[in-house]
C-alpha cells in the first residue's frame, strides 16, 4: 500500500462564487497539485470545486469534508468525501486537518473557519478575500503568492 505524504492544504471560500473567484481557486488547486499538496476542502460547490477542479486535473488529490451525511453531496472533483453530518460545524475539522489554510472570496462560514484558524494556529492567508480590513490575516495578490505562502508556513514545525 502507498501512504501520500503531501502536505494538506486547505482551500476555503464561499459555495457560490463569480467566475473571477472561481479562477482563482481553481489556479490555486492547480498549483497545489503540481507540488504534490493534497487539497482539502469543505467539498461543495464554488471556490470549494474550483479548487478542487483545478488539483484534480493536475493530477492532485483532493479531500471534501462535507456538512451533511452523503457523500454524493460532493462535487464531483472530490475524490475522498468525507460525510460528517456535522453541518457548519465541520469547518472546525478542515481547519484543523489542515496544515495551512487558502481563504478565498468567502462568506460567513469562511469568516468561521479564518477565526478557528486563528484560534488553533493553522496558517491562514487571505487571496481576495472578503474580510479586508476587518480581519488582520496575511494577505497576498496571486494564487501564486499563496500557494507559495501556505507551502512555506505548512512547513513550519508547531509552535
Known sequence: MTRVRGVLIAVIGSSSCTPEVAAWAETVGRLLAEHGAVLLCGGLGGVMEAAARGAQQSGGLTVGILPGTAVDDANPYIDVPLATGMGEMRNALIVR????AIAIGGGWGTLSEIAMAQRIKTPVVGLHDAFTPAIDIPRVASPEAAVAWALEHAAR???
Open 157 to 159: 514545525p508547531e509552535v
Open 97 to 100: 486537518a489542515a496544515q495551512a
